[in-house]
């Protein structure tokens, strides 16, 4: 069975520029959620996505950030224009149910994001 | 509001010696805890899970964590650390309320490194 896909693994870009993150959860998962984690800083939850639809997106930053989740399969998490405190590494994750983590759900090995 | 606290954000333990990672959570409601582990350049990995039935919770590697609800303390332990474990480690609380939607809270991580 694949894992949870996150590409590209590492991007650089400069300040004000756009850039678009994908992630591919595990087929049949419907939950997927996208977490980051800024240098030196604890992994904070962004958003979770129910099949298409966004369950909870409390943890967007601010109206630059901007995930979808076409079809409910793959999810993109597009920053526009990029700041310098948007650096750091974007992980994935899906499970099969709802309760995610009771059943330990699958991270992907997250991208990286350097903005210069 | 749930939070969690990793005592340590380097520990450096000799091979052979006891790992002891520190992790103390807040939570209003009975949670579910984890610790993941992320080893260079790879997702984060489910080490064990604490979900309410035995408070003694043994995981992959000869983890192993103890929920202490009176001391609110999920810390992981290992007998005898190998090179190999010398990882990123991070604790993690889930509410396990209805409005539950999986998202986890983690911890700042703690850097193990494992000397010869």
């Known amino acids: 069975e694949a894992g949870v896909t996150q590409f590209p693994s590492h991007s650089v870009i400069e300040k004000g520029q756009t850039v678009t993150l994908r992630c591919d959860p595990i087929?049949?998962?419907?939950?997927l959620y996208w977490y980051r984690r800024v240098m030196g800083k604890e992994i904070k939850f962004l958003l979770h996505?129910?099949?298409?639809?966004?369950?909870?997106e409390s943890g967007m930053p601010n109206n630059r950030f901007l995930a979808e989740r076409t079809g409910g399969t793959y999810s993109t998490l597009k920053v526009q224009p990029a700041e310098l405190e948007d650096s750091g590494v974007y992980f994935c994750?899906?499970?099969?149910?709802?309760?995610?983590?009771?059943?330990?759900?699958?991270f992907g090995s997250g991208t990286r994001l350097t903005v210069v | 509001a749930q939070s969690v606290t990793q005592l340590g954000s380097h520990v450096s333990v000799s091979e052979g010696a006891l790992v002891l990672l520190r992790c103390n959570y807040s939570?209003?409601?009975?949670?579910?805890l984890f610790w993941y582990v992320q080893y260079p350049n790879q997702g984060l990995q489910l080490l064990l899970k604490?979900?309410?039935?035995?408070?003694l919770v043994k995981g992959i590697n000869d983890f192993e964590a103890e929920f202490k609800k009176s001391e609110t303390s999920f810390h992981l332990t290992k007998p005898s650390a190998h090179m190999s474990d010398a990882a990123e480690y991070f604790c993690?609380?889930?509410?396990?309320?209805?409005?539950?939607?999986?998202?986890?809270?983690f911890g700042q991580g703690t850097t193990l490194q494992v000397k010869p």
């Open positions: 994750a899906s499970s099969q149910d709802s309760g995610g983590p009771r059943y330990g759900y699958t």
């Open positions: 087929s049949g998962h419907d939950n």
């Open positions: 996505f129910v099949k298409e639809s966004k369950q909870d």
């Open positions: 939570s209003s409601v009975p949670p579910y």
């Open positions: 604490y979900t309410s039935a035995a408070t």
């Open positions: 993690a609380v889930s509410d396990r309320g209805s409005s539950n939607t999986g998202k986890l809270i």
